[in-house]
């Protein structure tokens, strides 16, 4: 099994969950900006904010339930995956606010060194560029490592500091997790220069837009899930999920 065939069999997934997925998706995107706008200000409040991480979370465990559900029982039923939602969304929320403190860890020893060793530099912009390269290295190592953390909480019901160990494990050395990431690294890559040639496109109306931008988040994040689930579940070393699409 290759990135691009992984990729490919990703595609088929997703056609198969298309409906269920957008309505998670537009969901996902229409909530925190109803919670703005009903806020009132310029300025959210805190907790305008947290209802904003709040909703994406469970928006976001929602669509990682609904696509392992499909993965292993061929289930698409929105019920039955609200259900393992209602289950896992506290679980998972906590693992990634362990996975997040890990990665606030990493920064400051990170901070310290880049601060030393750019102290003698003059020029501003060589010395930002290699302060952010060296705290940017520890913290992509972690993200890289301990991405699937969630996956091993929803699907396995492991704690956060087993799920991270699990995730850790599973990616180390493992070249079609490393491919496959970088194959949607590209992908996104091409999805960023979209938006930005969107926003260079001077006489297009801002309405229009942002319409547009909203639509291409809509379809393009659930693939993402998707894609990153078909890693997850094609490299685990166990034999519980079925890995038949």
Not at 15 to 35: E, G
Request: charged share 10%; aromatic share 10%; hydrophobic share 60%.
């Amino acid at each position: 099994m290759t990135a691009i065939e992984v990729f490919k069999q990703s595609l088929t997934f997703y056609t198969r969950l298309f409906n269920k997925l957008i309505w998670l998706s537009v969901a996902s995107s229409i909530a925190p900006l109803l919670v703005l706008s009903s806020s009132g200000s310029e300025q959210p409040s805190g907790l305008a904010l947290f209802v904003i991480a709040a909703t994406s979370m469970f928006f976001s465990v929602f669509m990682m339930a609904l696509i392992h559900q499909f993965s292993v029982h061929q289930d698409d039923s929105l019920n039955e995956a609200f259900s393992l939602t209602l289950q896992k969304v506290l679980p998972v929320t906590l693992t990634g606010i362990v996975f997040g403190l890990l990665i606030m860890l990493a920064i400051l020893p990170a901070a310290t060194v880049a601060t030393i060793l750019s102290a003698g530099i003059e020029n501003e912009i060589l010395k930002n560029l290699l302060v952010g390269i060296i705290i940017a290295i520890p913290i992509a190592l972690i993200m890289y490592r301990c991405f699937f953390a969630a996956y091993f909480t929803l699907v396995d019901g492991l704690n956060p500091i087993e799920a991270l160990k699990a995730s850790n494990k599973q990616v180390k050395g493992n070249q079609l997790i490393f491919r496959g990431f970088m194959l949607l690294s590209v992908v996104t890559a091409v999805y960023m220069l979209i938006i930005i040639v969107l926003n260079k496109m001077i006489a297009l109306n801002p309405m229009a837009l942002s319409v547009m931008e909203f639509v291409l988040n809509v379809i393009v994040m659930p693939f993402f899930s998707v894609f990153i689930y078909r890693l997850f579940a094609l490299t685990k070393s166990s034999n519980t999920i079925d890995e038949e699409v």
